[in-house]
């Protein structure tokens, strides 16, 4: 089993950054990937960004260059940076563990892009 607490939401102008939180309950090495997913009303979850134990990335194209999964192994926590922000990167932002071959879920945190 895996706990994830999520922090860092909000609303924040188009142009502007947020940095979202994510501590989960184990080493965080001991997970095989680590992410971070969205969903918008009326819209299926999508991923935004994971990365794996070993240290690999994979960012959906939307968000390359803009935002940045990383992760600090001391805290058992990865961030999801998010920069240049838009309109339509507003949703309810997830974390998601894949740990023994199951998914793990946090609460979720809004993230709100508008003027």
């Known amino acids: 089993q895996v706990q994830l607490v999520e922090s860092g939401g909000g609303l924040v102008q188009p142009g502007g950054s947020l940095r979202l939180s994510c501590t989960a309950s184990r080493n965080i090495l001991s997970i095989y990937r680590m992410g971070w997913y969205r969903q918008a009303p009326g819209n299926q979850r999508e991923l935004v960004a994971t990365?794996?134990?070993?240290?690999?990335?994979n960012y959906e194209d939307s968000v390359k260059g803009r935002f940045t999964i990383s992760r600090d192994n001391s805290k058992n926590t990865v961030y999801l940076q998010m920069n240049s922000l838009k309109p339509e990167d507003t949703a309810v932002y997830y974390c998601?563990?894949?740990?023994?071959?199951?998914?793990?879920w946090g609460q979720g945190t809004q993230v709100t892009v508008s003027s």
């Open positions: 990365l794996t134990s070993a240290g690999s990335t």
């Open positions: 998601n563990a894949r740990y023994m071959k199951a998914d793990f």
